[in-house]
């Protein structure tokens, strides 16, 4: 429980968005500048449509971007309409309110827009819903001034920044190449802690898929193909068999000797700085490229994958910077596409929630139940302005337990902090412009803030919110009731998760664990028939990757749970560890061409075999069975699979223990 006190202050490791920042301050200030001739209230609409719309930013391909934001801007607009009507009806407000919060809830099974946009438009709803007009025209022009803000937002992102259509692409090339440097040199250090030695893979295989998911998105609706798309797409598929190429030098690090590790530090450190050459070049025509030469040596095979795919890197850079057209270049494992599965229709998705068991409609009911029970407390106890304790609630509420109790928090906190900036700045600004400079701060240090912490980003848009929503009542002063309404909304919230079909992560860590060793089988199993470097093993390789970061994540929000958990959360680090460490060994014996087929294929059904019975007990929250006969066998292969044995033997031991007496327990009938 101390550490979810302390999560108010807890930063992540990340940049801050300032670029975000001044687009969501000009959003949110620019119309407060410019609407003299306009009531208080429509500037108000106006603001908040702008702010709330640039929020959503989360940058990629150009096209892709600007239909995401002004889908959330038109959802805004019509909730905002909506609730304006909605608010006339009394107590009849609150079936409707029921029903919006229910298939916004459901909705989010579409994906991140369509969250985004229920999101927002809960937002307006609830506030349109506290500001009710009679007219139908007063609520169409509410409803426009929103859609106007959401324009000026989109605008600001897309279209007044420097537009060029590869732009987001080539920077996520660039971090992909950034992400392989740092761990080419953590790598390169003597003695480097293996947890982050994970995390930086795990962060390198989330950049390969987010430069994917964007440079997918710029392409889309293209008739014909760029050569700049392709020299991309080359670049994006030469990190991912890098990060391969990584693992296997990660594995060998763990059983060479000391003398060993030092004599290959020049060569990683050198295999860096052409990693930063090339993540600068991307970029910068003008960015110098370094030359990399490594010589294969006896029992280190990847160094010519190393040295094969930063030279095709460099090449695909050099045609990309200079526009020529590419040769025929030899063909890489990293080139050969494999077919993915195509992703499920829309009704298709909504479908498949409509279930008793689903995590996704039972946090939708959840919503809409709580967010009713904080409208009707607001109404029965006449609360001025009621839509600051419906708001609480669903920002608070999260699909998962933990994070709802750690959310709430960060913003109960964050909040009480923030009325206090907003009660000072009102007291220290009398002008117009000095009221748009304090929201143009607030909006753009929220925004910026917020891939730091989620506690200080709450801090500043308590006044940014307060400041832009009460502009049209002049209501400055009730800060500190936003404090006593954030108080009851949050209260709400935590009841909801711990009462209304609670979904705790612990019910649901085993089946993420599971996925992941199932994936890690698959991939083993496919090395041992077709060899490391197939294009099969590449895909299952990829898959494997995806598995453990959704493994990982779903331990973090476990890790939220802890003080319900207490001393059970430990052996599932200690299983998620050495099954990394086991990839990397697995990878660096398997792309050794000493190694016999045979052999590799016998190993490699030994090791799956283990996988996989090892995934079974888990989920179904059981202990693997012990002394597994899979292992014993391994054991009797030699020397050089020993280091996979004894990853294997952890693995095997942890789950035992996770599982075992006092371990999680059997998971609820909810997954």
Request: glycine share 8%.
């Amino acid at each position: 429980m101390a550490g979810a006190l302390l999560a108010l202050f807890r930063f992540t490791p990340a940049r801050p968005a300032l670029g975000a920042g001044v687009r969501a301050g000009l959003a949110g200030a620019l119309p407060l500048l410019v609407g003299a001739a306009f009531s208080p209230q429509t500037v108000s609409w106006v603001s908040l449509g702008g702010f709330q719309t640039s929020t959503n930013d989360k940058g990629g391909a150009y096209p892709a971007r600007a239909r995401r934001l002004l889908t959330v801007a038109s959802c805004s607009a019509l909730a905002c309409v909506a609730g304006s009507l909605a608010g006339n009806l009394g107590w009849l407000a609150l079936p409707i309110a029921f029903a919006w919060l229910l298939a916004w809830g459901l909705l989010r099974v579409l994906g991140n827009t369509a969250t985004a946009a229920g999101s927002v438009a809960s937002n307006s709803f609830f506030i349109a819903l506290a500001r009710p007009t009679p007219d139908p025209f007063d609520a169409l022009a509410a409803g426009a001034a929103v859609l106007a803000g959401g324009a000026l937002g989109t605008l600001l992102a897309v279209f007044l920044w420097p537009l060029r259509l590869y732009r987001p692409a080539r920077m996520a090339v660039k971090a992909c190449y950034a992400q392989l440097a740092g761990l080419l040199r953590l790598l390169a250090t003597e003695k480097p802690r293996y947890r982050d030695r994970a995390a930086a893979r795990a962060a390198l295989r989330s950049q390969v898929e987010e430069a994917r998911r964007i440079l997918g998105e710029t392409r889309i609706g293209r008739q014909v193909e760029g050569e700049r798309g392709e020299r991309l797409l080359r670049l994006i598929e030469n990190a991912d068999q890098l990060l391969g190429t990584c693992i296997a030098i990660d594995g060998w690090s763990d059983r060479a000797r000391a003398e060993e590790r030092r004599a290959l530090v020049p060569t990683l450190e050198a295999a860096a700085e052409a990693a930063d050459g090339i993540a600068a070049a991307v970029v910068d025509r003008r960015a110098p490229l370094a030359k990399i030469s490594l010589e294969p040596r006896d029992g280190l095979p990847f160094l010519w994958r190393l040295a094969r795919d930063l030279e095709a890197a460099a090449e695909a850079v050099e045609e990309l910077r200079e526009g020529r057209e590419g040769g025929e270049a030899p063909a890489r494992p990293a080139e050969r596409r494999v077919a993915r599965p195509r992703r499920q229709g829309a009704f298709a998705r909504l479908r498949s929630v409509l279930d008793r068991r689903s995590v996704i409609l039972r946090h939708a009911l959840r919503l809409a139940t709580a967010g009713a029970i904080a409208h009707a407390a607001a109404r029965l106890l006449a609360i001025e302005h009621a839509y600051w304790v419906t708001l609480t609630t669903i920002v608070v509420l999260q699909p998962v337990g933990g994070a709802t109790f750690e959310r709430g928090l960060q913003r109960i906190g964050g909040t009480a902090l923030g009325a206090v900036l907003a009660i000072v700045a009102v007291d220290l600004v009398h002008t117009r412009i000095g009221f748009a400079a304090i929201v143009f701060l607030f909006c753009a240090a929220s925004v910026a803030i917020l891939p730091l912490s989620y506690g200080v980003f709450s801090v500043f848009l308590t006044p940014a919110f307060v400041l832009v929503a009460e502009l049209g009542t002049g209501d400055f002063e009730l800060a500190w009731f936003r404090v006593l309404d954030t108080l009851l909304g949050g209260a709400i919230a935590l009841f909801a998760a711990a009462t209304l079909w609670p979904s705790w992560e612990r019910h649901r860590f085993p089946d993420e664990l599971a996925a992941a060793l199932r994936a890690s089988a698959a991939w083993v199993r496919t090395m041992g028939r077709e060899g490391a470097e197939s294009p099969a093993a590449e895909e299952k390789r990829r898959q494997v990757g995806i598995a453990l970061v959704n493994a990982e994540a779903s331990l973090q929000r476990l890790l939220t749970e802890a003080w319900r958990s207490a001393g059970r959360v430990e052996p599932f680090l200690a299983v998620i560890l050495y099954l990394r460490r086991f990839h990397g060994s697995a990878l660096s014996l398997f792309v050794d061409p000493a190694l016999a087929p045979a052999r590799r294929e016998r190993i490699a059904a030994e090791a799956a075999s283990l996988l996989e019975a090892i995934a079974a007990a888990v989920a179904r929250s059981e202990p693997p069975p012990a002394a597994p006969a899979p292992l014993a066998r391994l054991a009797q292969e030699g020397p050089d699979v020993a280091p996979l044995v004894r990853q294997l033997s952890v693995v095997h031991g942890a789950s035992t223990r996770g599982f075992g007496p006092g371990g999680l327990g059997a998971p609820a009938p909810a997954r």
